[in-house]
């Protein structure tokens, strides 16, 4: 999508950017989406960290039961 866009796409996006919030604005936008980013990044790594592992958990056994119930009739 993206790989279409040539600079002046960017040149264009950049002045409407501009134009919308200032150039005032412009350098707190970058720095709370930077931030932002970094915080994303951290929660990221601290997810992967804590996932749990692939390995499949083992099923559980079941008692063999005795019994007239545990007997297989053959009519």
Same mark, same amino acid.
């Given at each position: 999508?993206?790989?279409?866009?040539?600079?002046?796409?960017? =040149?264009?996006? =950049?002045?409407?950017?501009? =134009?919308?919030?200032?150039?005032?604005?412009?350098?707190?936008?970058?720095?709370?989406?930077?931030?932002?980013?970094?915080?994303?990044?951290?929660?990221?790594?601290?997810?992967?960290?804590?996932?749990?592992?692939?390995?499949?958990?083992?099923?559980?056994?079941?008692?063999?039961?005795?019994?007239?119930?545990?007997?297989?009739?053959?009519?």
């Amino acid at each position: 999508m993206l790989g279409n866009l040539t600079g002046w796409h960017f =040149l264009i996006i =950049l002045v409407v950017v501009l =134009l919308l919030f200032g150039s005032t604005k412009l350098p707190a936008l970058a720095r709370s989406v930077g931030q932002s980013m970094r915080i994303f990044k951290s929660e990221v790594k601290t997810d992967i960290a804590e996932a749990p592992s692939t390995e499949p958990e083992p099923e559980p056994t079941r008692p063999v039961e005795s019994g007239p119930s545990a007997t297989v009739r053959s009519t």
